[in-house]
């Protein structure tokens, strides 16, 4: 008896505990739900305006001090569930992410690069992204001049055929590389944004036809009461 109460008294603190890293923030039209125990550390803060859930990453950056070997950063938000409130259905999601990056060195640009990618997955299903080509690279005299790093975009984005919830999960990889000490490659992101788009649920025509008897009959009510 005693070792079936310890039981139950150590599943019941592992729920507790579970349930206290549950969170749901509010949009306009859709909630958010995840673990914040499984968010790691480099996506930062939080937060969400309109249907937009955003995350402010820190430290999230990869930089090749010029060894030859690429360096690279890599991470995955936890699986985030999109309810849709009542009255809405969704209709799509859509990544945004953002960053700087610098190339130092020689200009030719072979011997630096930087990149930055990953995986939108929404319901499971795999959707790559890429910032594309990094292409602008400074010597150290313009970078000694300009020390504001270039800015990069990625996006993405996914069909949701008027679903009532979905799941999404983004993997993020950023790379830096650069041949030799007098060539210096980072990168970093700023901005992890994820948007859903819906819209409102149609009121059926049977609705209208019920209402408009409705108002028909209590007209009729009233106008019988008054004779």
Same mark, same amino acid.
């Given at each position: 008896? *005693? !070792? &079936? !109460?310890? +039981?139950?008294?150590? #599943?019941? &603190? #592992?729920?507790?505990?579970?349930?206290?890293?549950?969170?749901?923030?509010?949009?306009?039209?859709?909630?958010?739900?995840?673990?914040?125990?499984?968010?790691?550390? &480099?996506? @930062?803060?939080?937060?969400?305006?309109?249907?937009?859930?955003?995350? $402010?990453?820190?430290?999230?950056?990869?930089?090749?001090? /010029?060894?030859?070997?690429?360096?690279?950063? %890599?991470?995955?938000?936890? &699986?985030?569930?999109?309810?849709?409130?009542?009255?809405?259905?969704?209709?799509? #999601? *859509?990544?945004?992410? %953002?960053?700087?990056?610098?190339?130092?060195?020689?200009?030719?640009?072979?011997?630096?690069?930087? @990149?930055?990618?990953?995986?939108?997955? =929404? *319901?499971?299903?795999?959707?790559?992204?890429? #910032? /594309?080509?990094?292409?602008?690279? !400074?010597?150290?005299?313009?970078?000694?001049?300009?020390?504001?790093?270039?800015?990069?975009?990625?996006?993405?984005?996914?069909?949701?055929?008027?679903?009532? $919830?979905?799941?999404?999960?983004?993997?993020?990889?950023?790379?830096?590389?650069?041949?030799?000490?007098?060539?210096?490659? $980072?990168?970093? !992101?700023?901005? =992890?944004?994820?948007?859903?788009?819906?819209?409102?649920?149609?009121?059926?025509?049977?609705?209208?036809?019920?209402?408009?008897?409705? +108002?028909?009959?209590?007209?009729?009510?009233?106008?019988?009461?008054? +004779?």
């Amino acid at each position: 008896m *005693n !070792k &079936l !109460k310890q +039981a139950l008294v150590a #599943a019941g &603190l #592992a729920f507790a505990a579970s349930s206290a890293s549950a969170v749901t923030l509010h949009g306009a039209t859709v909630d958010f739900s995840f673990d914040e125990s499984l968010l790691n550390g &480099l996506f @930062g803060t939080y937060s969400v305006v309109g249907d937009e859930l955003s995350f $402010s990453p820190v430290a999230f950056e990869a930089t090749a001090p /010029g060894t030859g070997l690429p360096v690279i950063t %890599q991470s995955t938000t936890p &699986l985030i569930t999109v309810t849709a409130k009542s009255g809405y259905t969704l209709t799509g #999601a *859509n990544l945004f992410e %953002q960053g700087g990056y610098e190339r130092w060195g020689n200009t030719a640009g072979d011997t630096t690069v930087v @990149g930055a990618g990953g995986n939108f997955y =929404v *319901n499971n299903l795999s959707n790559p992204f890429s #910032a /594309g080509s990094l292409d602008d690279v !400074k010597t150290w005299a313009e970078a000694a001049a300009d020390t504001a790093p270039t800015d990069w975009w990625a996006t993405q984005s996914a069909g949701l055929d008027s679903a009532e $919830s979905a799941t999404v999960k983004i993997t993020n990889v950023l790379l830096a590389w650069s041949s030799s000490p007098a060539d210096y490659a $980072s990168i970093n !992101k700023t901005l =992890v944004s994820i948007g859903i788009d819906t819209t409102a649920v149609p009121v059926p025509a049977a609705f209208w036809l019920l209402a408009s008897a409705l +108002a028909g009959l209590f007209t009729i009510g009233r106008r019988n009461s008054a +004779a």
